[in-house]
C-alpha cells in the first residue's frame, strides 16, 4: 500500500478536494432523517402548513446539496485516479525500459504486462475508493451511530453491540485476502504467457494443427486464476452473510423494542421511523466497509507487485575510471577472458543459483574499421557476446571494452549509440516505411534513402502503393522474412553507427541478395566496424577475422583461410555448406 500513498501525494489537494465534497455530500445525507424525524414528531402535530412547507424545502435543499455534492466528488475522485494510475504505469515502463538484462528475465514478460495492466488498474481503484467510499462509508456508519445515540441512547446499544463483532470479522478475512490476490495476480501472469506466445506463434500453431492442444493449454492455466480468484473471493465474502444475519437481527430488534417504548409513551414515532432510516444508512456504511477492505486487498496486492518493481536497484552501475578494469590494447572492440552465465532467478532474489555457462574464457579483439564473423551451433553464445557488447548483461569474469574503455564506465545512452543493431526477431512495428527506419531519430532523408538501397530493400520500397513508398503504413505481420531482415538492416544502416552488429540477420535472404548486401556495406560503409552472427559460412567468409563457437568456447579464431587449416570444426561446416564433401 506504500506505493498508493507515495502516488496520491502528488495529487494531494486536488484528493483533499474530493475528500472534502465527498464529507459535505454523506453530512447533507446525515441530516435528511433527522428533518424527517423532526417533521413527524414536532412539525405536522402543529397543523401549521407554512411550517411543513418549510422543513419539506429544507429537506429538499439537503436532498439536492447531497446529490451535487457526491456527483462532484466522484468526478473527481475518477479524475485523480486516472491520473494516478497514469503515473503509476509511466513510472512502470521508464523502469521496466530500465531494467537490467538479469532483471527483465527475472519479472517475465507477461508478469510485466499484467503489472502494467491488471495490477494499474486495482491501484486505479483503490484510488478511487479512498476518495469515496473511504470516506463516506466510515461517515455513514460513524454518523448513523452518533445520531441514533442522541435521539435514543438505549436503542442505539443494539447497534454498538454488534458493531465491533462485525468490523473484527471484516479485518480477519481481510489479512487472509491478500497474500489469495497475490496469487490470483501470478495466476494471470501465467495467462498473459501463453496468451502472448499463441499471438506471436499464431502462424505456427495453425501450421502443425495445435488449436486444440493450444486451447487446452490456455484453459488449464485460465482455470487455475479462476479458481484461485474464486477462492480469494470467496473468503473475501464470508463477512456478508454473518453481517446480512446481524444487521436483519438488530433491525427486528430495533422494531421490537422501538414499538414498545412508543407505545409505553418513552420516545415519539418520528424517531422510529429516523432510527430505521439511519440503521439503514449504517448497513450501507458496513457494506462499504465490506467493499473496501475486499478491494484494498486486491489493490494492496498489486501494489505490492507493482512496487517490487520500481523499487528495484539497478544492479548495473556506471564504475568510475579508477573501478574499471584497463584494456591490454587499444583495439575498438576488445574481450579479455570474458566468463558470463544467466542467472537461474526470480523476482525476490536477484543473485543466487546459477545455470551452465553461456561464455567460457572468451578473449579477442578488433581494430576500427575491421569486420568480425561469429559462427556455429545454436545456443552456443553468439547472441550472448552482442548482449555483453552492448551491456545489456555483465560479464562476471573479464573485461569487456569499447573504445579503450570499461563497458561498465559508459553511460548507457553513449555507449549505445555507437552501436547500430540488428538483432534476431527485431520488431518492425505498425507505422510507415519512413518511421519504423528513422525510429524517432530525426534522421536525413537521404540518409535513410542511401541505408535502404544498401540493404537491398529498394525493390520491396518500390513495390509499394504509387505515390506512398515511404509513407506507406507497414507491419510486421505483412512482410516476409527476407523483406522484414532488409528493413531492419536498413534502420541499422541509416544512422552511420561506429559499430553495426547484425544477428543472423540475412537468414531469409537468397545468396545473391546476401552478397550484394555485404558488398555495399563494405563499399558504403568502409569505416564502420562489423561484427556479423550468421549460420552461413559465405555470410562470415569475407570477415577480417572469424570466431568460431561451440558450447560457450571459443574453438577457432582467425581469417577464413586459417580456419580452414587450423579448426576442423569450421572445415566441416564449411564442407557441408559449400558441398566439398563427398567430391
Avoid at 451535487?68 to 494516478?84: E, G, S
Avoid at 454518523?143 to 479485518?171: A, E, H, Q, R
Wanted: aromatic content about 8%; hydrophobic content about 45%; some cysteine.
Amino acid at each position: 500500500m506504500k506505493l498508493i500513498f507515495r502516488s496520491i501525494k502528488k495529487y494531494k489537494w486536488a484528493i483533499a478536494l474530493a475528500i472534502f465534497l465527498k464529507l459535505l455530500g454523506t453530512m447533507a445525507e446525515l441530516t435528511l432523517p433527522y428533518i424527517l424525524e423532526h417533521m413527524v414528531d414536532d412539525i405536522v402535530p402543529l397543523g401549521d402548513l407554512k411550517q411543513v412547507i418549510l422543513w419539506g424545502l429544507m429537506m429538499f435543499v439537503a436532498a439536492l446539496l447531497c446529490r451535487q455534492f457526491n456527483v462532484m466528488a466522484n468526478r473527481k475522485a475518477v479524475f485523480n485516479a486516472h491520473r494516478v494510475s497514469y503515473d503509476v504505469r509511466q513510472a512502470l515502463f521508464v523502469k521496466t525500459e530500465n531494467l537490467s538484462g538479469s532483471q527483465f528475465d527475472a519479472f517475465g514478460l507477461p508478469s510485466l504486462i499484467s503489472r502494467m495492466t491488471s495490477d494499474s488498474y486495482n491501484v486505479q481503484t483503490a484510488v478511487q475508493q479512498i476518495q469515496s467510499l473511504c470516506v463516506r462509508a466510515p461517515i455513514m456508519l460513524t454518523g448513523g451511530l452518533i445520531m441514533t445515540m442522541s435521539m435514543d441512547l438505549k436503542l442505539s446499544l443494539i447497534l454498538i453491540i454488534m458493531i465491533p463483532f462485525l468490523l473484527g470479522i471484516i479485518l480477519f478475512v481481510t489479512s487472509k485476502g491478500i497474500p489469495m490476490f497475490t496469487v490470483v495476480q501470478q495466476k494471470l501472469d501465467s495467462v498473459v504467457r501463453i496468451m502472448r506466445e499463441n499471438i506471436t506463434g499464431i502462424r505456427v500453431v495453425k501450421a502443425l494443427s495445435k488449436e486444440e492442444y493450444e486451447m487446452n493449454r490456455f484453459a488449464g492455466a485460465n482455470k487455475a486464476m479462476a479458481d484461485s480468484d474464486i477462492k480469494a473471493s470467496t473468503i473475501m465474502s464470508i463477512p456478508w452473510p454473518f453481517m446480512q444475519l446481524c444487521l436483519n437481527t438488530g433491525l427486528a430488534l430495533v422494531i421490537i423494542f422501538g414499538a414498545r417504548r412508543v407505545n409505553a409513551g418513552q420516545m415519539q414515532p418520528g424517531v422510529i421511523l429516523a432510527f430505521l432510516t439511519y440503521f439503514n444508512m449504517i448497513t450501507m456504511g458496513i457494506m462499504g466497509l465490506n467493499r473496501i477492505f475486499m478491494s484494498m486487498s486486491r489493490a494492496s496486492a498489486s501494489a505490492n507487485r507493482i512496487d517490487l518493481v520500481l523499487q528495484t536497484e539497478t544492479d548495473q552501475h556506471i564504475l568510475s575510471e579508477q573501478e574499471a578494469l584497463q584494456p591490454s590494447g587499444d583495439e575498438q572492440i576488445r574481450f579479455e577472458h570474458v566468463h558470463f552465465n544467466y542467472s537461474t532467478v526470480d523476482e525476490q532474489h536477484f543473485t543466487g543459483g546459477t545455470s551452465e555457462k553461456a561464455l567460457e574464457d572468451i578473449d579477442f579483439a578488433i581494430k576500427k574499421g575491421e569486420s568480425l564473423g561469429i559462427i556455429g551451433p545454436t545456443g552456443c553464445g553468439k547472441t550472448t557476446i552482442i548482449n555483453l557488447l552492448m551491456r545489456f548483461y555483465d560479464a562476471d569474469e573479464g573485461g569487456v571494452f569499447v573504445d579503450g574503455r570499461d563497458v561498465r564506465t559508459y553511460d548507457k545512452d553513449e555507449l549505445r549509440r555507437k552501436f547500430g543493431p540488428v538483432f534476431q526477431n527485431d520488431m518492425v512495428f505498425k507505422d510507415t516505411l519512413y518511421e519504423n527506419i528513422d525510429f524517432g531519430r530525426g534522421l536525413e532523408e537521404a540518409d535513410i534513402r542511401r541505408a535502404v538501397e544498401d540493404a537491398m530493400a529498394a525493390e520491396y520500397v518500390d513495390s509499394l502503393d504509387e505515390g506512398l513508398q515511404y509513407e506507406a503504413t507497414i507491419r510486421g505481420a505483412n512482410l516476409s522474412g527476407g523483406q522484414k531482415q532488409r528493413l531492419l538492416v536498413a534502420r541499422a544502416l541509416a544512422g552511420h553507427p561506429e559499430i553495426l552488429i547484425l544477428d543472423d540477420s540475412s537468414s531469409a535472404l537468397d545468396y545473391k541478395t546476401d552478397a550484394a548486401m555485404r558488398k555495399a556495406i563494405a563499399e558504403h560503409h568502409a569505416g564502420t566496424t562489423l561484427i556479423m552472427i550468421a549460420q552461413r559460412v559465405s555470410s562470415v567468409m569475407s570477415m577480417t577475422n572469424i570466431l568460431v563457437m561451440d558450447n560457450g568456447r571459443c574453438i577457432g579464431y582467425g581469417s577464413h583461410e586459417e580456419l580452414l587449416k587450423n579448426c576442423p570444426a569450421y572445415k566441416e561446416i564449411y564442407d557441408i555448406q559449400m558441398g566439398s564433401i563427398g567430391q
